[in-house]
């Protein structure tokens, strides 16, 4: 059974940062490509970042860029997302998700994305 937990979301204040963390399990042997996705009350779901299965192809949302990072190192599980100079427009539920099917390219449409978790809630404020 696919299991993705998040982690590290909380209150930051605007300008702050916070890393989140996604670990999945019940994919071994699989290889598969990681994104971030968020969600705002009353709001579309939103891509934030992804990465593909090599760590080498990395895509964001235009909203995010030149703020946040996407990560996985060698071992490929965790993947992280730092999110530095945050802004109150960032409050959400922040989603991973996982791509079993495109492994060397991280896709921006959430129907791509086979495995998602839980969620958890990040919110910037003073």
């Known amino acids: 059974q696919v299991q993705l937990v998040e982690s590290g979301g909380g209150l930051v204040q605007p300008g702050g940062s916070l890393r989140l963390s996604c670990v999945a399990s019940?994919?071994?042997?699989?290889?598969?490509?990681m994104a971030w996705f968020r969600q705002a009350p009353g709001k579309e779901r939103e891509f934030v970042a992804g990465?593909?299965?090599?760590?080498?192809?990395?895509k964001f949302g235009n909203s995010v860029k030149g703020r946040f990072a996407i990560s996985r190192d060698s071992s490929k599980n965790p993947v992280y997302l730092q999110m530095n100079s945050l802004k109150p427009e960032d409050t959400a539920t922040y989603y991973c998700?996982?791509?079993?099917?495109?492994?060397?390219?991280?896709?921006?449409?959430?129907?791509?994305?086979?495995?998602w978790g839980q969620g958890t809630q990040v919110t910037v404020s003073s």
């Open positions: 998700a996982a791509d079993p099917t495109h492994e060397a390219v991280a896709m921006s449409q959430s129907y791509e994305y086979e495995y």
């Open positions: 019940g994919l071994t042997g699989t290889t598969y490509s």
């Open positions: 990465i593909n299965w090599y760590g080498d192809n990395v």
